[in-house]
């Protein structure tokens, strides 16, 4: 038995499992990503590997519902970039930066399954450790804050501009 699980796309564009002999549903496919199981959707009349196609489909629906991650003016900017000289630098941007939140988030959580595994009194280990992050977040914010007047100062002047 393949490491690759199978996943055949028939052009009534069910999605058949080779593996459990049964059609699945978009929402089986993200299970199977939540699962961390590795695997392929082939088309089945062309033998290609539409797997990305599939997992957009699962994005995209998972995009209509009420918290989405992609925001409007992101999607945008990433449909700018296609065909752009610097597509294939964003696409390895985006893939580092997705790296580099995982190995934090993965570092963060170890460090506190540590601590609170040490600690005699957990709920003073978590507020010392936010006491360390307080420096941090008040940065974020200054900066957000900032960011958001040019804004607003930005948008003012357009709409003076277009009165004029």
């Known amino acids: 038995m393949s490491d690759v699980r199978i996943i055949k796309k028939y052009p009534n564009r069910r999605l058949y499992d080779t593996e459990i002999s049964r059609y699945i549903t978009l929402e089986e496919v993200r299970q199977l990503v939540l699962e961390n199981i590795d695997f392929e959707v082939i088309d089945k009349r062309s033998k290609d590997d539409i797997t990305r196609s599939i997992l957009l489909q699962v994005i995209a629906e998972q995009e209509e519902g009420g918290d989405p991650i992609f925001q409007t003016e992101m999607l945008r900017h990433v449909i700018r970039f296609y065909g752009d000289p610097m597509q294939s630098s964003i696409s390895r941007y985006l893939e580092l930066s997705m790296q580099l939140f995982l190995d934090q988030q993965h570092t963060f959580a170890e460090q506190l399954r540590q601590m609170l595994g040490k600690a005699e ?9 936010a006491e360390e992050h307080v420096p941090i977040w008040r940065s974020v914010r200054r900066e957000f804050l900032r960011n958001l007047s040019r804004a607003k100062v930005v948008r003012s002047q357009r709409g003076r501009t277009d009165e004029e």
Do not use: I
């Open 121 to 129: 009194q957990p709920l003073q280990s978590l507020r010392e450790m």
